[in-house]
């Protein structure tokens, strides 16, 4: 006589929790996401003007690169947050800045971008 195997599988208050905990993932994603993408684009941009020499002279560095923040559609950063000093004449970029977004009600959250770009 054949018997029947118990069946399982998952209940509705598993699937209920499956998609809170992926809700909750898409809406940390796609608050820290654009963040992320911003910083990599202004990491790529500061990285090929190093590569095509122009860290001469502050002033030069930061029109090129406010045009290439224009290019890129970048309007939520101002060449003016980052630090520029020259050393002899190597020019040195601290990139240091924070951005704060709302998850939902008083839930912030926070990314934090630190990086400091030199002739190498």
Same mark, same amino acid.
Do not use: C, W
């Given at each position: 006589?054949?018997?029947? @195997?118990? @069946?399982?599988? *998952?209940?509705? *208050?598993?699937?209920?929790?499956?998609?809170?905990?992926?809700?909750?993932?898409?809406?940390?994603? /796609?608050?820290?996401?654009?963040?992320?993408?911003?910083?990599?684009? *202004?990491?790529?941009?500061?990285?090929?003007?190093?590569?095509?020499?122009?860290?001469?002279?502050?002033?030069?560095?930061?029109?090129?690169?406010?045009?290439?923040? /224009?290019?890129?559609?970048?309007?939520?950063?101002?060449?003016? $947050?980052?630090?520029?000093?020259?050393?002899?004449?190597?020019?040195?970029?601290?990139?240091?800045? $924070?951005?704060?977004?709302?998850?939902?009600?008083?839930?912030?959250?926070?990314?934090?971008?630190?990086?400091?770009?030199?002739?190498?």
């Amino acid at each position: 006589m054949a018997t029947r @195997q118990k @069946q399982t599988g *998952i209940s509705y *208050i598993g699937v209920m929790v499956l998609i809170l905990i992926i809700g909750s993932l898409l809406k940390v994603v /796609s608050a820290v996401g654009p963040a992320y993408y911003d910083y990599y684009t *202004i990491d790529k941009i500061i990285e090929s003007l190093y590569r095509d020499g122009r860290t001469t002279n502050i002033d030069d560095f930061k029109r090129a690169l406010g045009e290439r923040f /224009s290019i890129n559609g970048l309007r939520d950063r101002s060449v003016d $947050e980052f630090t520029y000093s020259m050393d002899g004449n190597s020019l040195i970029v601290d990139l240091d800045y $924070e951005v704060r977004k709302n998850m939902t009600g008083n839930l912030d959250v926070i990314v934090h971008f630190k990086k400091t770009y030199a002739v190498k």
